[in-house]
């Protein structure tokens, strides 16, 4: 069963529109979810994670475990944001050991 | 600078040389693990590593091995490569906690297998 689910493959909105990249996961324990971005196949980058509550980059995420979503938001996108965007669930994999679960991606476009 | 260092960056084989992508990371992370991704497949986990001589299969081991002698390094081996190993590769590090900053990536592997 898939435990994070991305629904949207691609994303396409327009320069200064907002932007929410969509992201639920299934886990019966306390999540711990993040966010990494990957431009133009380069390495993927840590974003933000939920438990630091921070903005990077314009873009925020709140966890809600009532709608298990972990949904990535920006009010303005600009064109530099195009990039693949992968929602993540760090697992507990057993005796203590956690292990990140990924989702399968969402590649966002930017239309200038 | 902490980082998780690849090489080589790009790799054109034939089918059945067998043939070792290195990875190495300075930050004494106890995790490791090895991806690859593929159009519309996302990152798919072949094998994963919880610490020194303790290594598992991920989702897509099949055609490949690994090996964990020591700390930082995590070397991905594919001992008769085919055509469908044909992908970009990602080495990732971590240490496997919660509360921990998640995985550093590194810089990909391209892989052509003709």
């Known amino acids: 069963a898939q435990r994070v689910t991305q629904p949207e493959k691609l994303l396409s909105v327009f320069k200064g529109a907002p932007v929410e990249l969509k992201c639920n996961y299934s886990y019966s324990g306390s999540p711990e979810l993040f966010w990494y971005v990957q431009y133009s196949r380069q390495r993927l980058q840590l974003l933000l994670r939920?438990?630091s509550r921070e903005s990077i980059k314009g873009f925020t995420a709140d966890l809600n475990k009532g709608e298990t979503s972990f949904h990535l938001k920006k009010p303005f996108a600009q064109e530099e944001d195009s990039a693949m965007y992968y929602c993540a669930l760090n697992e507990d994999s057993g005796a203590g050991s956690y292990q990140l679960t990924f989702g399968k991606g969402t590649k966002l476009s930017v239309i200038p | 600078e902490a980082q998780v260092t690849q090489n080589p960056r790009y790799l054109i084989t034939v089918t059945g040389k067998k043939l070792t992508v290195t990875c190495s990371q300075n930050?004494?992370?106890?995790?490791m693990s090895w991806y690859r991704q593929d159009p519309g497949l996302g990152l798919r986990q072949i094998y994963y590593s919880m610490n020194v001589e303790v290594t598992d299969k991920g989702d897509v081991p099949e055609g490949y091995k690994v090996s964990r002698k020591e700390k930082r390094n995590f070397p991905l081996i594919l001992e008769s490569p085919s055509p469908n190993q044909t992908s970009l590769y990602f080495c990732a590090s971590s240490s496997p906690f919660r509360g921990s900053y998640g995985y550093t990536f590194g810089s990909g592997t391209r892989l052509t297998v003709v």
């Open positions: 939920h438990i």
């Open positions: 930050m004494n992370h106890e995790y």
